[in-house]
C-alpha cells in the first residue's frame, strides 16, 4: 500500500533527520548515496541554480576539506501542502582542524513529495542567506569561491 499523506509529526521527523544526515554523509562520497532516501532524482535548488540529485551531490564533493554542518532553530511545517521552512544556522567547518569558517544564518523553504514507493522526498529547495554585510563573502571563501557577490 502506497502512501498518500504524511502527518506533521513524520515530517517533521523526515526533516530533523536530513539535517544531521547532510553533514554526515552529503558530503562525503562513501556516504552520499544514502542520501537519496531525502533527495527526489529531479530535486530542484534555487530556481533551477541545481536540477538534480546528481548535480546537487557533485557541489556537496565540491569542497572536500571543509564540512557544513546545519543546526535548525525552528521548522515550521504545512503537512497538507508539504511544505516545510526552517530556521538554520550553518557552520562551514575546517575537516582537518575543527576551525569554523563563518555562521550564517539563512532560512530554507522545502518542497515535499511522496515518491512512486509512497517515501517522502525533498523535490525543491529555496534558500534564502542573512543579508549582513560581509556573509555572503565569507560564506563564498569558506567554500572556496570566488566573483561571487549579490548585486
Not at 554523509?25 to 534555487?46: E, H, I, N, S, T
Not at 504545512?78 to 550564517?104: F, H, M, Q, Y
Amino acid at each position: 500500500m502506497v502512501i498518500l499523506s504524511y502527518s506533521y509529526d513524520e515530517i517533521k521527523d523526515f526533516m530533523l533527520s536530513y539535517f544531521p544526515d547532510y553533514a554526515e554523509k552529503a558530503q562525503d562520497p562513501v556516504l552520499q548515496p544514502a542520501m537519496d532516501r531525502y533527495y527526489a532524482p529531479d530535486v530542484v535548488f534555487d530556481n533551477g541554480v541545481v536540477t538534480s540529485r546528481a548535480q546537487w551531490y557533485k557541489i556537496c564533493l565540491s569542497h572536500p576539506a571543509v564540512v557544513d554542518t546545519l543546526t535548525v532553530d525552528r521548522l515550521c511545517i504545512d503537512e497538507k501542502n508539504l511544505l516545510v521552512s526552517a530556521r538554520i544556522l550553518s557552520k562551514p567547518t575546517e575537516r582537518a582542524t575543527g576551525k569554523v569558517l563563518a555562521e550564517i544564518d539563512m532560512n530554507a523553504f522545502y518542497t515535499l513529495k511522496i515518491n512512486e514507493e509512497g517515501k517522502l522526498n525533498i523535490a525543491r529547495i529555496e534558500v534564502f542567506i542573512e543579508s549582513t554585510p560581509g556573509k555572503l563573502e565569507q560564506m563564498m571563501q569558506a567554500y572556496g569561491m570566488k566573483g561571487m557577490s549579490r548585486g
